[in-house]
């Protein structure tokens, strides 16, 4: 195991704790999120490799509106548990939106965690595109609160809304429908 995949593994570890706590003390997925804590950066500019070792830049988002980036680690039992229901809300997302997932805990194809997160996408049936998180992404990836955390970008990786942290497929939902008002679906006759 890396160095960068325990720090991050341990990074992560403590996240979920305190997710689970603020959880159990009824506090609504992304709460304790303060304006300070919002995750600055976005996703403008990077590059990494994909589960199927394509190269992957933030010109995956440039052909969609909005862009629902899952980021999860093959540590996470709520990350793993939602897999199943984000294959389905992927399947059924509109043309103009697209969901990717972000994995913060395989450094590249040689980390012993890659053929773990390759299996944890076959067996729930999550074929969208997931990116594990490289050198590019360390600053955005170490200011995640925990995982899963999911955020919604626009066609330049700007962050959009708040974050939606922990597993809340009905919040993902929620999002969606607000973003499909905002940014409907073109007429094929429109273009």
Not at 82 to 100: G, I, K, R
Not at 149 to 163: A, M, N, P, Y
Request: proline content about 3%; charged content about 30%; glycine content about 8%.
């Amino acid at each position: 195991m890396t160095h960068r995949t325990q720090r991050i593994k341990r990074i992560f570890s403590g996240f979920c704790a305190a997710a689970l706590l603020s959880a159990s003390f009824g506090f609504e997925a992304g709460a304790m999120l303060t304006a300070e804590d919002k995750i600055a950066q976005g996703l403008q500019k990077f590059s990494a490799i994909d589960l199927e070792g394509n190269e992957v830049t933030q010109d995956i988002f440039a052909d969609k509106d909005i862009t629902m980036v899952n980021v999860w680690g093959t540590f996470c039992s709520p990350c793993i548990g939602e897999m199943p229901d984000l294959a389905e809300l992927s399947d059924s997302l509109p043309e103009n939106m697209q969901l990717v997932g972000l994995i913060i805990d395989v450094a590249d194809e040689n980390d012993e965690n890659f053929e773990t997160a390759k299996q944890i996408v076959e067996k729930s049936g999550a074929d969208f595109t997931h990116i594990i998180a490289g050198e590019d992404m360390a600053a955005f990836v170490e200011s995640i609160e925990g995982v899963p955390t999911t955020f919604f970008v626009d066609k330049d990786g700007k962050i959009l809304g708040d974050e939606i942290l922990g597993a809340d497929v009905e919040a993902y939902k929620e999002r969606i429908e607000e973003y499909k008002e905002t940014f409907p679906e073109k007429d094929s006759a429109d273009e």
